[in-house]
């Protein structure tokens, strides 16, 4: 997607947020991070491209549709929903990262030293891939997942060392797996004086974009070796089907107590309460787990594609999980 094209998008939500939504121009400069100025330059861009006719003709009226669904639903500071072709899967991934790189990119773009933190995933490393370099030495960036896994290998979907050799900036790095083997081991690494000082970094973050993880034979926390393959058999005899930065969640959205969940080295979900906790994630694999995020109150942000958005409205409305 080309810079054009980004700009005839959000000139397509500018108009839905105006024509449709019936938002002023200051809601609408709010929602999308621009001046009252660019508002305007935005819904007269719509104009001029035959966007706004009757209805808006562009895929992403739908898509805000959903994302307003959702946001009002689970009460989230916005909600980013990406069209989506079940016939490509690839695009919506693209739409995706493209979606979550123009959010990042808001907060890395001020000059104001700022603390991020990221969890890992392809949805959250593609993101930081599609950002533009920028210098942005004042700022700092922490990883709040372990970046190793049990049997050594790094993890392939760290976004932190990548952000922060494009801007410049601080890295920190949890030195740890995602689930130690035993709980002495992961006493020993907690009371490590390192491991204290990021996780103190940590909890300084205004933002944490995470990615939400599912939970079956296909689950990244699987098949990257994170954990074993009775771990897994463990999880999915709880009925348990997500994970957020390690945790796993029923479908209501709590935390799963069991031997697993006791071995988890990320920082628990409860000390994100003040922090603008934003999920990446899309596809209809994700929405269970995205769902059961949602209903756990977890997030405060989410950047999803429409295939996961509309089946997450839909149990919704019927009452029932996805």
């Known amino acids: 997607m080309d810079k054009f094209e980004v700009k005839i998008d959000q000139a397509a939500r500018a108009a839905w947020m105006s024509y449709v939504g019936g938002m002023t121009q200051d809601e609408i400069a709010s929602q999308l991070g621009v001046s009252r100025p660019g508002v305007q330059r935005l819904l007269a861009l719509a104009r001029q491209e035959g966007l706004v006719k009757v209805h808006i003709d562009h895929p992403i009226s739908t898509c805000m549709a959903l994302g307003s669904a959702l946001r009002e639903r689970f009460g989230l500071a916005y909600c980013d929903v990406v069209p989506a072709d079940s016939h490509a899967p690839d695009s919506a991934a693209y739409y995706l990262a493209v979606a979550g790189a123009e959010r990042i990119s808001r907060l890395i773009e001020r000059s104001e030293p700022l603390t991020l933190s990221l969890g890992t995933g392809r949805s959250v490393r593609a993101a930081v891939e599609a950002l533009s ?190």
């Not at 932190?160 to 790095?173: H, I, Q, Y």
């Not at 906790?277 to 950047?303: F, Q, S, T």
């Open 133 to 322: 370099r920028i210098e942005r030495p004042q700022h700092r960036f922490v990883s709040l997942v372990g970046n190793v896994a049990r049997d050594g290998s790094a993890n392939r979907y760290d976004a932190v060392m990548l952000l922060a050799d494009k801007t410049g900036g601080e890295r920190f790095l949890l030195p740890a797996p995602v689930v130690a083997e035993s709980l002495d081991e992961k006493q020993a690494m907690l009371s490590q004086r390192l491991f204290k000082a990021i996780a103190d970094v940590a909890r300084e973050s205004e933002a944490a974009f995470i990615g939400v993880g599912r939970i079956d034979r296909q689950a990244t926390l699987f098949q990257d070796h994170f954990i074993s393959e009775s771990e897994l058999d463990e999880l999915l005899g709880l009925e348990a089907v997500g994970e957020l930065l390690g945790w796993p969640l029923n479908r209501q959205g709590e935390v799963i107590d069991c031997s697993i969940t006791r071995r988890v080295t990320s920082l628990p979900l409860e000390g994100f309460g003040k922090h603008l906790m934003v999920a990446m994630a899309g596809g209809r694999e994700k929405a269970p787990a995205i769902h059961a995020a949602l209903k756990g109150g977890w997030l405060k942000g989410l950047i999803t594609d429409e295939i996961a958005a509309r089946q997450i409205v839909d149990a919704d409305e019927r009452g029932a999980s996805c």
